[in-house]
């Protein structure tokens, strides 16, 4: 079982706000990222550390944290954004990665 | 344009061994950390392993699920790494990832490989 938990699937009307959480006790120390990945694609990152975005991310989408819990919000979804995804962080050795078990976000 | 390309997949059997590439371009090699993630069929990301170079030498780390049965190696001079596979189980089939860094933070992908396990 992975080290971090996420919600499997997760839907939200266009235009309306998300919030996808991820939940592990390496978050009380270490920041999550987070990817989205499209069928038939690498994943892509979007938020890494406490709140930032790669070039080329829309502001959209942020990230926070809270004790054990990480969570990415999509404000105002777009149909684009419908995709899977996964947090990672360190693992409680702190040298390894682990992922999340990933979440289905569905734009309606 | 940083680009990272996998090769080396394919259909092997059980218990076989496979050895996969990785070549990266536009970017210093030698000076980054390479990991590789792997993402079964329909399922989420693993994490593999990585290696790193630091003052110390080459460090690497591996997934438990791998641990004895992979070995990830590099040759900067080449812009290289390769991650070969033994003792593979139908469990290891997937997609593998070649990616920059060793870390959470994962800017740089590959367009993976893909690794059939089966008799």
């Known amino acids: 079982s992975s080290e971090l938990t996420q919600d499997p699937a997760v839907s939200v009307a266009l235009g309306q706000t998300v919030r996808i959480t991820c939940q592990g006790d390496t978050l009380r120390t270490y920041y999550a990222g987070w990817y989205q990945q499209k069928p038939g694609r690498a994943p892509l990152l979007v938020i890494y550390g406490q709140n930032n975005r790669p070039s080329g991310i829309p502001d959209r989408f942020s990230g926070s944290s809270s004790r054990n819990t990480a969570s990415l919000t999509i404000t105002g979804a777009q149909a684009e954004d419908e995709a899977d995804y996964y947090c990672n962080s360190r693992g409680s050795s702190g040298n390894q990665v682990v992922f999340g078990g990933g979440t289905k976000l569905t734009v309606l | 344009e940083v680009q990272l390309v996998e090769s080396g997949g394919g259909l092997v059997q059980p218990g076989r061994s496979l050895r996969l590439s990785c070549t990266g371009s536009?970017?210093?090699?030698?000076?980054?950390?390479m990991s590789w993630i792997r993402q079964a069929p329909g399922k989420g990301l693993e994490w593999v392993g990585f290696?790193?170079?630091?003052?110390?030498?080459?460090?690497?780390e591996y997934a438990a699920s791998v641990e004895g049965r992979f070995t990830i190696s590099r040759d900067d001079s080449k812009s290289i790494a390769y991650l070969q596979m033994n003792s593979l189980k139908t469990e290891d089939t997937a997609m593998y990832y070649c990616v920059r860094g060793a870390g959470v933070t994962i800017y740089y992908w590959g367009q993976g490989t893909l690794v059939t396990v089966s008799s």
């Open positions: 290696i790193r170079n630091d003052g110390n030498g080459v460090t690497t």
């Open positions: 536009g970017f210093m090699f030698g000076d980054y950390a």
